[in-house]
């Protein structure tokens, strides 16, 4: 499967952004998916994650109560809804997909297979 980021900008704290991941190919809505970010100077850090059906999300302590992740399987399509945003979320937001297996943490982060090119976000003070 082959993701596409887009949404990212250029925003003041407190402002909010939607992010988009675009993928390609029919098993999609078979994928858990994930949001994940990368600041200058710092790791990847994990974000988000839904699972394939969207019955199941999962935020990093970080973000939770203030980015959303939600998918939208007939467009093929996971989104990352953030609000509140303050300067520290600014980097670089991937988003990810995890084929379903067994003993998988994709729900924590781990286990994914494809990845899509950045989208910056950049939140002023």
């Known amino acids: 499967v082959q993701l596409q980021a887009s949404g990212g900008g250029l925003v003041q704290a407190g402002g909010s952004l939607r992010l988009s991941c675009a993928a390609s190919?029919?098993?999609?809505?078979?994928?858990?998916m994930g949001w994940f970010r990368q600041a200058p100077g710092k790791e990847r850090e994990f974000v988000a994650a839904?699972?394939?059906?969207?019955?199941?999300?999962y935020y990093a302590d970080s973000v939770n109560g203030r980015f959303t992740i939600s998918r939208d399987n007939a467009k093929n399509t996971v989104y990352l809804q953030q609000n509140s945003l303050k300067p520290e979320d600014t980097a670089a937001y991937y988003c990810?997909?995890?084929?379903?297996?067994?003993?998988?943490?994709?729900?924590?982060?781990?286990?994914?297979?494809?990845w899509g090119q950045g989208t910056q976000v950049t939140v002023s003070s």
């Open positions: 839904i699972s394939w059906s969207g019955g199941s999300t």
């Open positions: 190919g029919r098993a999609f809505s078979s994928y858990n």
């Open positions: 990810a997909a995890a084929r379903p297996r067994g003993g998988s943490s994709w729900y924590a982060g781990y286990g994914y297979d494809f």
